[in-house]
């Protein structure tokens, strides 16, 4: 075996293009436009229906400073994500990335971040959409899931105890996305596809009633609570795991080279007016102020509605809204945990039981099992404020390492080719790098030390699993990882 030193350092080769990996291979069964829907998918609807309570307390007015700060961030980051899937189609997104520019090393730590932030997101997406879920059963039928069956045991950031056992409803999200899942890609985004759709409906709604409110004292004092912009940057950009998500889904996609840098940065357009226009519409209709209480933290832009109109129905078209399009973000992200982990696997840092794909489905059904059954229990017994950092925290990381990705591949491989050729290099780069860190060190010092202990115990993991089982230790040529792509795969 070789040197510890040795190992950390050696990167994985980088094939033709147009190869598959050894091993177990995914159906290519997906197109651009629903590509481009997994990005807006796994982005619309984490920030806006749940983030507004947490981030305009922090930065006031300014928050809309904050929003396009942290789109800013996304979207170099986006360009470059998009210079590597196009040369380096495979599933593993900024994981196989870091593994094929900067290591072995690097690539096991930023592993761990996408992990983290992929099984954080799901389970404080779905603990959120349990909020949604009780305020549309209310306004439907006039009752609510108990307490006991609702909030988790464990009290939030304020220590006051919730009177609650296990978040059912969160739980119950993470099981039926796993069935979807379970039966394919290609149905997932379709599905997928129809939610956002609907979710975009909704949130045009919300913006033109939100702005029929308009009061411009609510913008008063707008840079009141300027030092907070940053922290509510870092809040917000755990939103933008959307982006991330589209680069998992390479290996199944038809023609990747030129539909992934397509549906990376329609996503992130899209993505980026939607949260603006609803957040200058929500403070538009309410004060800073208000974004911190109770009521705005339990489905806050349907109660935002209700105030407005004074009408119920408006608030239980929002909620039911709600209840869809945040159903489509956990899909999408529980969808980008197991691809990345299928990638880990077949690299052979974790067991090869992870690279399994049914024969009948196409899809990777233990990983699946495996990873939504540990997502549910965090959601169920978890509350959501001590899972949002966190997700930023791999978000950034993860943005920031495929940059330097790009830098050193420029360097390194100038031969390789480059459907997708990011603009104003190496100003973009060096500019995702300079954001993300500067959003990085905005976040509460227990975000980096829980963020530090999980990173320590992958580590760990490395040493004494991944090390001796990596798949790189048998490879003697670039040819031994890969094998010509079959013919429908061309179409």
């Not at 304020?158 to 379970?182: H, K, R, S």
């Not at 608030?315 to 399009?325: K, N, P, Y």
């Not at 067991?351 to 169920?380: C, D, Q």
Request: proline share 5%; glycine share 8%; hydrophobic share 50%.
């Amino acid at each position: 075996m070789a040197s510890l030193g040795a190992q950390l350092l050696r990167r994985k080769p980088i094939v033709f293009q147009r190869t598959h990996h050894q091993g177990e291979e995914l159906k290519r069964n997906l197109g651009t436009f629903q590509l481009m829907m997994f990005g807006v998918g796994a982005t619309i609807g984490t920030g806006i229906f749940f983030v507004l309570s947490e981030a305009i307390p922090l930065a006031g007015p300014a928050v809309i400073i904050s929003f396009i700060l942290a789109a800013i961030a996304a979207g170099l980051s986006a360009l470059c994500y998009a210079e590597l899937a196009s040369s380096i189609p495979v599933s593993g997104s900024s994981y196989s990335f870091t593994y094929h520019a900067l290591g072995e090393g690097a690539a096991v730590l930023v592993g761990g971040c996408v992990l983290l932030e992929y099984g954080v997101a799901v389970s404080a997406v779905a603990v959120g959409w349990s909020g949604y879920f009780n305020e549309l059963l209310d306004h439907l039928f006039g009752w609510r899931l108990p307490t006991e069956l609702s909030v988790s045991f464990i009290p939030g950031d304020d220590g006051v105890a919730t009177g609650g056992f296990l978040n059912l409803p969160a739980v119950v999200l993470v099981v039926l996305c796993m069935l979807l899942l379970i039966r394919g890609a290609s149905e997932s985004a379709t599905i997928n596809a129809i939610m956002v759709c609907i979710k975009l409906g909704v949130l045009t709604l919300f913006i033109v009633i939100g702005f029929s409110a308009f009061n411009a004292d609510h913008f008063s004092n707008f840079f009141a609570q300027a030092a907070g912009i940053s922290g509510a940057a870092g809040t917000i950009f755990f939103s933008f795991i959307g982006l991330d998500a589209v680069a998992t889904a390479s290996e199944e996609v038809k023609n990747p080279q030129k539909a992934i840098p397509r549906a990376i940065i329609g996503a992130l357009l899209i993505v980026t007016v939607f949260y603006v226009l609803v957040c200058i519409a929500g403070l538009a209709a309410e004060p800073p102020e208000w974004f911190a209480t109770k009521e705005a933290g339990e489905a806050g832009l349907a109660r935002i509605m209700e105030n407005v109109t004074g009408i119920p129905i408006w608030a239980t078209i929002l909620s039911a809204g709600a209840v869809i399009s945040v159903f489509s973000v956990t899909l999408v992200t529980l969808y980008g945990q197991t691809r990345i982990l299928f990638s880990i696997s077949r690299d052979g840092m974790v067991s090869k039981r992870f690279l399994r794909v049914s024969p009948k489905y196409g899809t990777p059904v233990f990983n699946t099992v495996v990873v939504s059954i540990l997502v549910a229990i965090v959601a169920g017994l978890v509350p959501s404020d001590y899972l949002w950092d966190s997700v930023s925290f791999g978000t950034l990381i993860a943005f920031s390492v495929v940059a330097i990705s790009l830098m050193v591949l420029r360097r390194r491989r100038p031969d390789l080719e480059r459907p997708f050729r990011v603009p104003l290099y190496p100003i973009v780069p060096i500019l995702t790098v300079a954001v993300c860190v500067y959003v990085l060190i905005s976040l509460r010092p227990i975000t980096w030390l829980i963020c530090g202990i999980w990173l320590a115990i992958v580590f760990v993991f490395y040493l004494l699993y991944g090390r001796r089982h990596a798949t790189l230790s048998t490879y003697t040529s670039d040819e031994q990882i890969a094998e010509p792509i079959h013919p429908e795969d061309e179409r």
